[in-house]
């Protein structure tokens, strides 16, 4: 399906596990977000990627590693989950370039329950 | 350091009455400004967006908002509030072209009462 896509949509998991949330986008849009979403919170900017093998860290980084080895592709792996990673995770992408272009798309979110 | 505050955690409307929703945010230049709407379960869509030129912006589902430079503001309006619109609503920024990611407010609940 065109669009951008996350799975799964929910996922419980223990402490200390490794989880990888997926993220598709088939607009091949240049840049791709992680923000997690927590009460009283809004969004905060986890890590995004400028283009394939490019990625940085956004606000809260800790705990999180990402890859991009594919445009269209940008997941996010826990590498150890703690109860502080409970939260909705949204992936977003946009294209590069100038102002216009400045608008990002959001994934329908991942629920993730950390036990 | 950049921020975006929306003073109201949540508002209660009642239907066909006019809303509006604020936004401000500490930045030194003109930014650029985005109003998104995030229905229950749902992710985030886009409503309206400010890069420069006209103040006052038209979107999506009848919303508008109005970018003051004096008062680093960017509310969100509209004239008549129907039940479809209860939702959690989220200003944010970017502060360049380049536009590494967008800053969010913490977003403010609508409750829509008949």
């Known amino acids: 399906d065109a669009g951008i896509t996350q799975s799964p949509r929910y996922k419980i998991t223990e402490t200390g596990r490794q989880v990888t949330l997926m993220c598709h986008q088939t607009w091949s849009h240049s840049y791709m977000f992680w923000y997690r979403q927590d009460l009283g919170h809004g969004l905060r900017l986890i890590y995004y990627s400028a283009a394939a093998d490019i990625t940085d860290k956004g606000e809260v980084p800790d705990g999180y590693v990402v890859s991009r080895s594919k445009t269209e592709n940008f997941p996010l792996t826990l590498e150890s989950a703690t109860r502080s990673q409970t939260s909705v995770y949204f992936c977003a992408s946009r294209l590069a370039g100038g102002s216009s272009y400045n608008e990002q798309f959001f994934g329908p979110g991942t629920r993730l329950t950390v036990l | 350091a950049q921020s975006v505050t929306q003073p109201d955690i949540h508002i209660t409307v009642s239907e066909g009455a006019s809303l509006e929703l604020r936004c401000n945010y500490s930045?030194?230049?003109?930014?650029?400004l985005f109003w998104y709407v995030q229905s229950p379960g749902q992710g985030l869509q886009l409503l309206l967006k400010?890069?420069?030129?006209?103040?006052l912006v038209q979107g999506i589902k009848g919303f508008e908002a109005e970018f003051k430079r004096s008062q680093s503001s960017f509310n969100l309006r509209k004239p008549s509030v129907h039940w479809s619109d209860a939702a959690e609503y989220f200003c944010a920024v970017a502060l360049n072209q380049a536009g590494t990611a967008l800053i969010f407010g913490k977003g403010t609940t609508l409750s829509v009462s008949s």
């Open positions: 400010y890069f420069s030129g006209d103040t």
């Open positions: 930045y030194g230049a003109t930014p650029y």
